[in-house]
């Protein structure tokens, strides 16, 4: 924790050499001089510990544009959520994180950092004796195909202590994210994006749920 100027004024007290020509009382010349640096003293003291936090990207502010700079953004993935404080944040994490990988959970953790909940779907050939009547007829080109499923608008809220005076209360957008998997996806693969699916998923597990919560716990708390 910085020292306040009060503290830094006492301590240029304690500096001064003896004699009556160096008071030490309250209320005196002196002290209103030695106020007036200490003011100073404590401003850069402040400054110096503001240091501490726009050393971490994750709490950058004022320092966000030079971390920018040497992470080399923005770059021609800057989408809507860049706009903002957390998005241009989570772009710089994002970066600076990268490891490089081809796996679901690779590209999972991706979306993660720039601040989409996705997950991933990869589609297995038909083939005869392991497939049924009916599943899709999933060869050819799909075999390098996979699809990323999100909802259907991503929106990053206004949140105190992330975002910044001006901005906008809500702002959404999926353009950073299909730029950024475009960009780092296996060069012979084809992506799909499946907008609103996790949606689906969720409305249909929900719906496994209750029907198994009719079907089988409900009859056995009536028994």
Excluded at 70 to 86: I, M, R
Excluded at 117 to 128: D, G, H, L, M
Excluded at 177 to 182: P, S
Aim: glycine letters at 8%.
């Amino acid at each position: 924790m910085p020292r306040t100027a009060a503290e830094y004024r006492e301590q240029l007290k304690a500096l001064l050499p003896p004699g009556i020509a160096f008071p030490r009382e309250p209320g005196t010349r002196l002290e209103d001089l030695l106020d007036g640096m200490a003011q100073e003293l404590a401003r850069i003291d402040a400054r110096g510990e503001r240091l501490i936090i726009e050393a971490n990207p994750l709490s950058t502010s004022e320092l966000l544009a030079d971390w920018e700079r040497v992470a080399g953004l923005p770059d021609n993935c800057a989408g809507t959520l860049e706009t903002t404080l957390q998005g241009r944040r989570n772009t710089l994490i994002s970066k600076l994180t990268a490891t490089g990988g081809q796996s679901p959970a690779y590209f999972i953790e991706v979306a993660r950092a720039l601040g989409y909940e996705v997950n991933i779907s990869e589609f297995r050939p038909f083939r005869a004796g392991l497939s049924q009547a009916g599943d899709p007829l999933t060869s050819g080109d799909w075999v390098h195909t996979w699809r990323i499923n999100t909802h259907e608008t991503t929106v990053i809220a206004f949140r105190a202590g992330l975002s910044a005076a001006g901005e906008p209360l809500r702002t959404w957008g999926n353009d950073t994210l299909e730029c950024k998997i475009d960009q780092l996806k296996p060069a012979h693969t084809i992506v799909l994006y499946g907008y609103g699916a996790l949606e689906i998923q969720q409305a249909y597990l929900l719906s496994d749920r209750l029907w198994h919560y009719a079907n089988f716990i409900l009859p056995e708390d009536i028994g």
